[in-house]
């Protein structure tokens, strides 16, 4: 399992806090989500066999929100 953290802009309530969780665990071989809204930030673990960074990322995206550069 690969762990990473992104920081994602424009999560600004609970609902956006759902909007993400729900749009990543559509996504095979991701294993855990977590989003700190306060740190605008999602935490995510998933096995690379499965899904990359890339498509985690261009999910958050499809879902509304941007994700930044570390």
């Given at each position: 399992?690969?762990?990473?953290?992104?920081?994602?802009?424009?999560?600004?309530c609970g609902?956006?806090?759902?909007?993400?969780?729900?749009?990543?665990?559509?996504i095979s071989?991701?294993?855990?989500?977590?989003?700190?809204?306060?740190?605008?930030?999602?935490?995510?673990?998933?096995?690379?066999?499965?899904?990359?960074?890339?498509?985690?990322?261009?999910?958050?995206?499809?879902?509304?929100?941007?994700?930044?550069?570390?």
């Amino acid at each position: 399992m690969k762990e990473e953290l992104l920081k994602v802009d424009g999560m600004t309530c609970g609902h956006c806090v759902e909007v993400v969780t729900n749009s990543l665990k559509t996504i095979s071989g991701l294993s855990s989500v977590e989003v700190n809204l306060d740190k605008k930030e999602v935490g995510v673990s998933y096995n690379e066999a499965e899904t990359n960074i890339k498509e985690i990322s261009d999910k958050i995206v499809e879902a509304g929100f941007e994700v930044m550069d570390s």
